[in-house]
């Protein structure tokens, strides 16, 4: 069963934060964030894994609710480069190798 | 460091007949995923294979099929081509609990 990601899209203007959930049903292991621009491949953002080790880029936040199996991504003072779709990617308890994605957020940042 | 490699890049093929892709991983990586994406159903798992052994599938038919071989190089087939295999076929490489690497995938057009 795929996570729910909200919202769906997003328009910032640049300087403007955002917030990115992601939500499971079932017992997570980890939660995968990455970004997608147009006709590219995804490109990693981070790792928060339970027990609370999180690993990726200096400049990305993120959070992991572990018992609620939600995740949220967190992006400050945007810039017109954080435009693309975001999708989480959640590994199961058991199956923690096989990302299961979320449908994506579309995010666009205007000047 | 080179990125994942992915070839070819673009495909066309007509129903009823055999595709192979294939993937070289990050010099180091013995991790290699294979996703589907489209834009109905998304990033779709279709399997992981770790030191020549497949670790997990996804849910697709039997047609999907993939291999590793001892330098990590992976390669995918998919037989019996139809219609709804068209997609963005992108494979992914990690190192232990890290992010993944894509490739930039493979378009696969089934006429």
């Known amino acids: 069963q795929q996570p729910v990601q909200s919202p769906q899209a997003v328009i910032l203007r640049e300087g403007e934060d955002a917030v990115i959930n992601c939500s499971s049903s079932k017992a997570l292991y980890s939660v995968h964030w990455y970004r997608q621009k147009h006709g590219e491949a995804p490109v990693f953002l981070m790792i928060l894994l339970k027990g609370g080790e999180q690993k990726g880029h200096d400049k990305i936040s993120a959070s992991f609710n572990e018992k609620k199996q939600q995740s949220s991504l967190y992006l400050t003072a945007s810039q017109l480069s954080y435009s693309g779709t975001y999708f989480c990617?959640?590994?199961?308890?058991?199956?923690?190798?096989?990302?299961?994605f979320g449908s994506g957020t579309q995010l666009t940042v205007l000047p | 460091k080179a990125g994942v490699t992915q070839t070819p890049r673009y495909l066309i093929k007509t129903r009823g007949q055999q595709v192979t892709l294939s993937c070289s991983p990050i010099s180091g990586h013995r991790s290699v995923s294979w996703y589907q994406q489209t834009p109905g159903q998304g990033l779709q798992f279709l399997f992981e294979?770790?030191?020549?052994?497949?670790?997990n599938k996804g849910n697709f038919p039997g047609r999907f099929s993939g291999r590793q071989f001892s330098n990590s190089r992976s390669e995918m087939n998919v037989s019996t081509l139809e219609l709804g295999d068209s997609a963005l076929y992108l494979c992914?490489?990690?190192?232990?609990?890290?992010?993944?690497?894509f490739g930039s995938g493979t378009r696969l057009t089934v006429v």
């Open positions: 992914a490489s990690r190192q232990g609990d890290y992010g993944y690497t």
């Open positions: 990617g959640t590994g199961s308890t058991g199956s923690a190798r096989q990302l299961t």
């Open positions: 294979y770790f030191s020549e052994t497949q670790r």
